[in-house]
């Protein structure tokens, strides 16, 4: 869940990100950051642990991040050390990427298919949301054989579901619901 301190952290960076003209480079650094993080349970709890010195965070996270992200963003990391706020760092990664996509109008979209979508499918896909919704579209595709055939696609907290899986539930209720006489 994400904090207020986390969104007014991620707001002023997007700002300061716009200002000195590295938009792109602070996403591709809270992106780094973002996944860094959300991939190692044991950096989460580094960073969440009070028990944990601030010097020893700090040098963990130079030692991860120090070559591989601009300069302003270790200087965030330094000022929420400074505010003892290291654990906001991930929800401000995750809070920074959703302010930078509302920015630029683009939409993330999780689909789910019973196989892997070919990227004619997914062009098509691509093509046929931008059209329905004005922005522009980055998936997050993920295969489920459960469904049997088909897809499922989400945009917020909208579900489309055409999977066979779901058209076959759809058919069982109806034939159970209907009364016999």
Not at 68 to 82: A, C, G, P, R
Not at 155 to 181: C, W, Y
């Amino acid at each position: 869940m994400s904090t207020k301190a986390a969104r007014r952290y991620a707001n002023a960076f997007l700002e300061i990100a716009i200002e000195q003209d590295t938009l792109e480079k602070a996403r591709e650094d809270m992106l780094l950051i973002k996944n860094t993080i959300g991939a190692s349970d044991e950096l989460r709890l580094f960073l969440k642990n009070p028990i944990v010195k601030k010097d020893q965070k700090k040098k963990a996270v130079e030692a991860i991040f120090k070559d591989k992200v601009q300069d302003i963003t270790l200087q965030l990391y330094e000022l929420l050390s400074k505010k003892d706020r290291e654990s906001l760092f991930e929800d401000i990664s995750k809070n920074f990427i959703e302010l930078y996509n509302r920015h630029k109008g683009i939409i993330e979209v999780s689909v789910t298919s019973a196989n892997k979508l070919e990227k004619a499918q997914l062009e098509a896909l691509r093509k046929s949301i931008e059209q329905t919704t004005g922005k522009k579209v980055e998936f997050k595709t993920e295969v489920d054989e459960e469904l049997i055939g088909g897809l499922k696609y989400r945009i917020d907290d909208t579900v489309v579901d055409g999977s066979v899986k779901f058209k076959l539930n759809q058919l069982k209720h109806r034939l159970t619901s209907t009364a016999v006489e």
